[in-house]
């Protein structure tokens, strides 16, 4: 991997991790047709994308540093200082609490399936391709029976739970991590903005996690002529990511998600018309 293929790869990564629309599938698609995923070690490949994710990482905790603070303020004031009951504690106090309910089912999952999805499965283009589709189908369909009433303050335990578990769908490649949770949102009636913003500080602990992990453990794999693109990747697509979460936070409060239900589906004809090509 050369300077300008990590770059283009942080741009790709930093846009479509918050966008609807798969950082995976495109990420992989990318790779392949730049010839940087081995075949007899795909770990590798799955250990730099969860790596430069830290960059989105950080940008997600630049974008809303406000509400981070606020959040574990209030939620340490009420649960260690004064030992409120949760009824009793304050909204950010309690969106804590829904940020970790909602965590719960993908680290569970995530760690189950661990072998299975840093292996050949992430990278099947035909599974990311009908996932792209799928996904978008079901967006559509969120998008023509939501309600578009509940604000920040109106979500529950229950719909952190639901959301949560939608999260854990994204572990199938080609779904996408703020489309399984922003369609989770829409069919519990949060309206589209508030849908997206939840989904971006559910993902905090996870990415977080997942970023980590697969750091330490990719360490082995990584020369020294590797670990500068690596950082540059991570750079850029933290930039990139920073971009994309304010476009989409501001894009849905004017509009519908129909344009990535639109792009997903043409991703993934495309993807499929590059298979059956014989292209990727």
Same mark, same amino acid.
Not at 25 to 32: E, F, I, N, P, S
Not at 39 to 60: D, K, M, R, Y
Not at 195 to 223: C, D, H
């Given at each position: 991997?050369?300077?300008?293929?990590?770059?283009?790869?942080?741009?790709?990564?930093g846009?479509?991790e918050?966008?609807?629309?798969?950082?995976?599938?495109?990420?992989?698609?990318?790779?392949?047709?730049?010839g940087?995923i081995?075949?007899?070690?795909?770990?590798?490949?799955?250990?730099?994308?969860?790596?430069?994710?830290?960059?989105?990482?950080?940008?997600?905790l630049?974008?809303?540093?406000?509400?981070?603070?606020?959040?574990?303020?209030?939620?340490?004031?009420?649960?260690?200082?004064?030992?409120?009951?949760?009824?009793?504690?304050?909204?950010?106090?309690?969106?804590?609490?829904?940020?970790?309910?909602?965590?719960?089912?993908?680290?569970?999952?995530?760690?189950?399936?661990?072998?299975?999805?840093?292996?050949?499965?992430?990278?099947?283009?035909?599974?990311?391709?009908?996932?792209?589709?799928?996904?978008?189908?079901?967006?559509?369909?969120?998008?023509?029976?939501?309600?578009?009433?509940?604000?920040?303050?109106?979500?529950?335990?229950?719909?952190?739970?639901?959301?949560?578990?939608?999260?854990?769908?994204?572990?199938?490649?080609?779904?996408?991590?703020?489309?399984?949770t922003?369609?989770?949102?829409?069919?519990?009636? +949060? @309206?589209?903005? !508030?849908?997206?913003? /939840?989904?971006?500080?559910?993902?905090?602990?996870? *990415? #977080?996690?997942?970023? =980590? &992990?697969?750091?330490?453990?990719?360490?082995?794999?990584?020369?020294?002529?590797?670990?500068?693109?690596?950082?540059?990747?991570?750079?850029?697509?933290?930039?990139?990511?920073?971009?994309?979460?304010?476009?989409?936070?501001k894009? +849905? @409060?004017?509009? !519908?998600?129909?344009? /990535?239900?639109?792009?997903?589906?043409?991703?993934? *004809? #495309?993807?499929?018309? =590059? &298979?059956?090509?014989?292209?990727?």
């Open positions: 991997m050369n300077l300008l293929e990590a770059i283009v790869l942080g741009i790709i990564q846009i479509t918050f966008l609807p629309i798969s950082s995976t599938g495109h990420l992989t698609v990318t790779g392949r047709l730049m940087l081995s075949a007899e070690n795909p770990e590798h490949w799955t250990a730099f994308i969860a790596v430069i994710q830290l960059g989105t990482l950080v940008s997600i630049i974008y809303f540093r406000k509400d981070i603070l606020n959040i574990l303020t209030d939620f340490f004031k009420d649960n260690l200082s004064s030992r409120l009951k949760y009824s009793e504690q304050s909204g950010n106090s309690k969106m804590g609490w829904m940020i970790i309910i909602g965590t719960i089912p993908v680290v569970i999952i995530g760690l189950s399936l661990k072998p299975v999805i840093e292996g050949e499965f992430t990278k099947n283009l035909y599974v990311i391709a009908s996932s792209l589709i799928l996904l978008a189908i079901i967006l559509a369909f969120a998008e023509k029976t939501a309600k578009f009433k509940k604000e920040m303050k109106d979500i529950t335990i229950k719909d952190s739970l639901i959301i949560g578990i939608c999260q854990s769908f994204a572990l199938i490649p080609g779904s996408s991590r703020s489309g399984t922003i369609t989770g949102g829409l069919f519990l009636g +949060l @309206k589209r903005e !508030t849908a997206a913003r /939840f989904s971006f500080l559910l993902s905090i602990p996870a *990415v #977080f996690a997942s970023g =980590l &992990l697969e750091l330490y453990e990719s360490l082995k794999y990584l020369q020294g002529d590797m670990i500068l693109n690596l950082v540059i990747s991570t750079i850029v697509s933290g930039i990139c990511g920073y971009i994309a979460i304010d476009f989409l936070l894009f +849905l @409060k004017k509009n !519908t998600t129909f344009l /990535f239900v639109w792009y997903r589906i043409a991703a993934g *004809v #495309f993807i499929l018309i =590059l &298979l059956f090509s014989k292209v990727i």
